[in-house]
Structures are given as C-alpha cells and as structure tokens.
C-alpha cells in the first residue's frame, strides 16, 4: 500500500515538466535588434570611409542567414526587413551612378531575406519536433519509475533520476524496489541507446521485474526472467528490422539476515558506506549483461556480502561514474563517498548529485540514476507488513 507523503523523483534542468526546458530557445530580441544595428553601423561607416558604400552593402544581405540559424521566424523576419530597408533606400533616395549594381543588390536582399524567414520556420519545426519526442521518451520512462523514496519492510530506497534532454536523446536507465515475501528486491539498470527504442526495451524489463520478483523465489530465477524478457524483446525488435540491444542490470536480495544477495549483470557495482569504510561490494562476481547470456557457457550466481544494520548501498549507472570535468577527468565517486559516509540516504543523495553538477559544471553527458539503500529501522510487529511484502513511500529523507 502506498502513502504519498513524498514524490521525490527529480527532474533535471530541461526536462519535459519544465515548460522551459522543452521550449525551443531563441536569442532574446533585444540582442538581435542591437546586433542587427551593430552590424549595419559598422557596414555603413566603412561604406563612408573607403568610398564603396555599394559593395559593402552587399556584406548585409547575409546577414539575415545568419539569423536564420539562430533566431526564430519573426525575429529573422524582423532582420530581413530591416536589411532590405538599408539596401533600398539609396535606391529610392540617393539615385546616381551603378543604379544597375543597386538594384542587383536589392532584388538579392529580398529575396535571400526572404528565403531566411522561410529557413528559419524550417529549422523551428525540426527542432520543434524532436523536442517533442525527447519530451515523449521522458514522459514515458517516468510513468514506469516509481516516485522516491520508498519504504518496504526491510530497506528505505531514497535516489534521483534525471533524464538528460539537451543535444540528446533520453536514455535507458531504470530502477524499481518490490517488496516479495522473500524480502526486497531492488533493480537498477540501463538499456543500451537512447530514445524510444531504449524506452521500449526499459518498460519491457521493468515490467518483466515486477512481475517475476513476486513469482520467483530465487535472485537467479528472477534475472532468469530478466534475461528471457530481453531476448523476446530482441526477437519483436529483429522483425521490425531493429537492432538487437543489451541491458546492463543489478538486483539486490535483502532480508531480514545481516547478509545481502547481488547479481550483476554488466552493471557497476554497489558502494557499501559503513563506519567511515567506503567497500565497493560484489567485485569479482560480475556477469554479462541481460540479452548475451547465450553467448556464455557459465551461469549467473549470486554473491553475498555482509550489509549490516547502519549500513548504506548506493547504486548507480554510467551517467554519475563516467560524468566528466571540463578538462575530461572522471567524477571520482569513491573519493567524494569518502567524505559522506554518516549521513542519511537522502542527505547522501542530494550531496552526491549537486557535488557531479559542480564537478561537471552544470553539462552532464547521460542520464542520471542513483540510489541509496539504507537498511529500515524495526518497526513493530503491528506495523510490519506480512512477510514483508509491503511497502510504502516514506515521507522523511
């Protein structure tokens, strides 16, 4: 049962619930008009001083291309007009010698400005569209993550998600937390790819997880169920003359024992933050990711490792360990874990997400995933669900 106390699923800067962030931007037309002037200035200026006013006229009437490339229609129609004016009006009112050379001039000014208007509503409809597919694959990977942060029985699920938008398309990553009377299951992952081929394959894993984590008694029957779910989606995919796409993906066990199970599949590996002790967990035991089973002779197995009451896992995807700095280093994750190894899961979260925003000043080159898995605190046995199978969104970070 669900109590929503708290959404806390974060959006990045850009993102599709931000009417801003989607809207196409343009430079504001104050800047336009001063530079349009600029230019005209400094062309009639030089025009006055070197005695060829005609031939550097000329110089403007690519000027409304460049805006064309930059402005919207109005704003591009605005300089085209104006540059038209410039170069007419020696014609209308200053007639004298090389009338043949202004009057080429003109026919070229209104006609280049107005195949720049015509330029710049083709750029904006482009744009326009692929703005709205960015936002649709958004919309559609958040309708399949469940709000953050999430309490079941066993751990408190506190993290982020943001779906990167600018210059690319949203990406794969997904996560979820179930709540099975084997105790909890927490999935994090990422399809390879981006767009809505990425999404198509999220929802089919993230589906096939919610569904076999409450039929499968066993970690490995449960990554089973992963990996059959993928390799159907690769078969659809095949059909439509797709390309086939792996996932890579981790899924925690936790129960009430001090021991945790983790398969990874392709994935990075847990952090486990412990009395000042920063342990990355499960080292060693990694497998491939979800769709190239076949291509292996071993099976997955599950490794355990103590995850004791205090004790913090924070779990990620590419997107925080390979975000870069301007001069290209990678975000150095186990350094910054160092320093942060008391404090809550959502305190952690929020710490580690605007320390990779500095670290990367503000550009981030994928989506973002990252949780923090905390063991929950013992309740009563009134409050506990039965056999641990419910959950909650908790209302404290």
Sequence with gaps: MFRPLRAAMSSAPGSADHEGGTAIRTPATRDVVLATLAATAVVVVLGLLTGTAVLLLGLLVFL?????????????????????????????????????????????????????????????????????????????????LRPLPLLTHDVLVDGVYEPLQEDKLVGGDIYDVAATPWGTRVLIGDVQGKGLA??????????AFREAAHREPTVTALIDALEAAVVRHNDYAGQRGEPERFVTALVLGVDAGTDTQV????????????????????????????????LVDEPRTVAWFAFPAGATLLLCTDGLTE????????????????GQVDITAGRLIG???????DFTAGVLQDDLAVLAVRRAPHRSGEDAPPGGSGYEQAGQR
């Design 351 to 357: 710490s580690l997400v605007d320390d990779v925003r």
């Design 64 to 144: 409304p291309a460049f805006a064309a490339a930059l402005c919207g229609p109005g704003q591009t129609a605005l300089v085209s007009g104006w540059v038209s004016l410039v170069v007419v009006e020696p014609l209308l009112f200053q007639p004298g010698e090389r009338i043949l050379d202004r009057v080429i001039l003109a026919l070229f000014a209104v006609s280049f400005g107005g195949l720049a208007v015509l330029g710049a509503r083709m750029r904006i409809a482009r744009e326009d569209a692929l703005v709205r597919l960015r936002s649709t694959a958004a919309a559609m990977q958040r309708q399949i």
């Design 198 to 207: 990425a999404i198509g394959m999220a929802i089919d894993v993230v589906g």
């Design 323 to 338: 975000a870069r700095s301007r001069d290209g280093a990678f975000y150095p994750l186990a350094a910054r874990l160092g």
């Design 263 to 294: 398969v990874g599949c392709g994935h990075i590996p847990p952090y486990l933050l412990h009395e000042g002790a920063v342990t990355v967990v499960g080292v060693g035991d990694e497998h491939v990711p979800l769709g190239l089973a076949s």
